[in-house]
């Protein structure tokens, strides 16, 4: 009996060094294991899914509701691709958790570059924006501590935090922090990082967000309406997962249901030509100098500030 007293004493030893080193408090442990003692699933259940089963098996089960995932993109030509995706996951949050509170959190550069979010723009997106709170502190180090303190109250549906590049202040211990807050709180972090390049994160999943044909717009017949423009589609590229080798798909958002599905490889559009531009007939590179300088187009004269 003592043996065995010890030995459980070891294991609760064990397991509060592992909480701390993963950032939970012991009680919040000791809750997990009377939970797991009454549903063993109960755990694996802090997933949204993304109702696409190859998805979701490269997720381990869908979006992580307890941890941090990052959404990143190469070229700021990409940022509505980016956010358009994290509004999706976002969306998709709001509408299997029941929760509406969302906020999202933008660096000043961010702001200045891909703008601010637009409501009625939202809305239209499938977000419930009854509740989507916005904040621009001026410095990131407030961003990420605002970012940290909204997660750890465990208030919200998801914690948005845009940023842009790779900045120094915010290396992988900042990441780190971020990932054991949301962990702590079982709340989910959506990190966006705007034209950054890939580095060591404590993300558990990373997605490459790019722009994408849209596919037409289908009738109520199920006919494709020629010339129209139907659902956003985001070329994506699962970078950072326990797969092998990087996932690499297209995803349709219908915003009206709120839900998932793979894109229809987009046809050529009948109204596209491969003909120039401009057509007619070049003249020659000249010989003996340099040619007049090309038209720029229209110009048109603004007013002296000063």
Not at 42 to 56: E, K, N
Request: charge should be positive; charged fraction near 20%; hydrophobic fraction near 45%.
């Amino acid at each position: 009996m003592a043996g065995h007293a010890t030995a459980q004493e070891r294991l609760f030893a064990l397991r509060e060094t592992i909480a701390r080193l993963e950032g939970k408090t012991p009680m919040l442990v000791a809750e997990e294991q009377r939970e797991r003692g009454k549903n063993p699933a109960v755990l694996t259940s802090r997933r949204v899914s993304l109702g696409i089963a190859d998805v979701d098996a490269a997720l381990e089960g869908g979006l992580p509701l307890d941890g941090m995932t990052e959404v990143r993109t190469s070229m700021m030509r990409d940022a509505g691709a980016g956010s358009g995706l994290v509004l999706a996951l976002a969306a998709l949050i709001q509408k299997q958790t029941g929760a509406s509170a969302l906020l999202w959190i933008s660096d000043r550069v961010s702001n200045g570059e891909a703008g601010l979010p637009y409501p009625v723009g939202l809305a239209q997106y499938g977000v419930q924006v009854e509740h989507f709170l916005h904040a621009a502190p001026r410095t990131l180090e407030d961003a990420l501590w605002l970012a940290e303190t909204a997660a750890a109250s465990g208030a919200l549906a998801a914690t948005i935090l845009e940023i842009r590049g790779n900045p120094s202040s915010f290396g992988l211990s900042e990441s780190r922090r971020l990932s054991l807050r949301a962990k702590a709180a079982r709340r989910p972090i959506l990190l966006l990082r705007h034209a950054g390049e890939e580095e060591a994160s404590s993300a558990l999943f990373r997605f490459h967000a790019a722009s994408a044909p849209a596919s037409e717009r289908v009738l109520h017949t199920g006919a494709m309406l020629g010339g129209s423009i139907g659902f956003p589609v985001f070329r994506l590229i699962l970078e950072k997962s326990r797969n092998p080798a990087p996932l690499s798909l297209l995803l349709e958002w219908n915003s009206h249901d709120r839900q998932f599905s793979h894109a229809r490889r987009s046809e050529p559009s009948r109204l596209s030509t491969h003909a120039a531009t401009h057509p007619g007939t070049r003249f020659p590179v000249s010989v003996d100098g340099p040619d007049r300088t090309p038209a720029v187009g229209r110009l048109l004269a603004f007013d002296r500030a000063s």
